[in-house]
């Protein structure tokens, strides 16, 4: 078996997969890792007892909480990470995310880039991931001449009229930006039709991801390798701990020893932390790339909520993920509270199944079928401070989440705002935190936007990685996913993740190889 690679990437979602794509023309000899296998193409995938009851994909190991307490992360080992199961909402940070923000909480802190320096990887990004959208409805959007590649998503019947509403109301909603390929159904098949999305693996690869739209076509090329069921275990330093020389890895029953010239970190923000305080050494004590002690803090993972709206009337609609309200983003409106409050966009549409798997019983009055009949579904996200104490440590070799949310009265405030909102149209009775039903919370086990870890910045005693993410202390080692973050924004991580990999990759190509 082949041991020794020009480039090693470990994890193949966001970060990796796009990474993997971007550097497979250059001819070098690249090997991805992925810890997980496949997600197989079986009907289990758009059943909703299957996945959020019984959560048949997500992982099974147990992490623990700031009190020593296990739980269940909803983390995802297979090919295209994470990215598989997400809901392919895929946004730019606005232009101001990447300047100082003051909120109530606290401030959200410069970048050491700008926007401009990602802009036009963005809409590579929005490209490569069939990214529907229309320029010029959102008041908070970054500038950008070019239109988005597809156009935008239609509103079923009822999320028209709630549309509608809100606009008359006064507010801004506007198309949400979705990464979706609908271009199959013109190739002599049938129409595809929108439903399952949120959390769903997605048996006809409609949906974008970093499997089907970066992976598979880095694969094309002869020089790119991937091996699944590969867990790396620890990276091995020469004697002076400035440079990676070997990277060990448990594959069906062997450990491997595999070499490469780069290393990347693609396992997302919080196993790529981990791992590299897993291979702390005599040289390096308290982990690789560690000197300046900030490696695993400043975990963000915005704070979030879902909410079932319950209209009066039955909702029909099959994806309802259409579109977004940015009207709080900077500024909540109020006099008395001049702070960001957030961001909200519409759900995939709740099933009685879905609500079911979590809930051992209905709110009173009240039958699963019933609310899932006229649910409308939200969700909200209000931006996650950084903070020195919200960190990943290893305990005893397992991976220990201490964490403590901010901005919770914002986040307050935006979700009191969205229902005066609705209240206004008339149309809808109850407001339900949809994680009564559905997640049960909001916690630390909900991962899916993890960011922030291995922050980049020009300064390595305040920063990991330099501004292409590359490591101040180990010369060939890069962390490429969401680690590098410096703030959350309020808007999903996914696209600002693809746009920096394709940036890193440039970089690669022009500066390394």
Known sequence: MKTQYDILIIGSGAGGGTLAYKLADSGKKILVLERGGYIPTEKENWESEAVFGAQKYMTE??????????????????????????????????????????????????????????????????????????????PTEPSEESPYPLPPLPNEPRIQEVFDDLKAYGLHPFPCPIGVDLEKEKQARAPYVLDRFDGFPDPTEHKSDAHVNALRKALEHENVTLMINAKVTKLITDPSGTEVKEVHAEHEGDLLRLKADLVVLSCGAINS???????????????????????????????????????????????????AMNDYYLNSGDADFDFPLGHIQMLGKSDEGQIKAQSPVPAPGFTFEWIAKHAVDFWLATEDLPQMGNRITLQNGQIKITYSHSNVESHDRLKKKLKSALEHSSKFSHFFPRNVYFSKDMGISAVAHQNGTVRFGDNPKSSTLDIYCRSHDIKNLFVV??????????????????ANALRVGDYIKNEIL
């Open 61 to 138: 190991e147990l992490w623990l909480d700031k009190d020593n307490k296990t739980f269940r992360p909803g983390q995802h080992y297979n090919v295209g990470g994470n990215t598989k199961v997400y809901g392919a909402a895929l946004f730019r940070m606005r232009e101001s995310d990447y300047n100082e923000v003051i909120h109530h909480n606290g401030i959200s802190p410069k970048w050491p880039i700008s926007y401009t320096d990602l802009k036009p990887y963005y809409l590579e990004a929005e490209k490569l991931y069939n990214v529907h959208g229309e320029r010029g409805t959102d």
């Open 273 to 323: 932390a981990a791992l590299l305080l897993k291979s702390a050494n005599d040289k390096c004590p308290n982990g690789l790339a560690n000197s300046s002690d900030m490696v695993g803090r400043n975990y963000m993972f915005h704070t979030n909520s879902a909410l079932m709206a319950i209209s009066k009337e039955p909702n029909s609609t099959k994806f309802g993920k259409t579109f």
């Open 481 to 498: 996913d969401g680690s590098f973050f410096v703030s959350s924004s309020a808007v999903n991580p996914s696209l600002t993740i693809i």
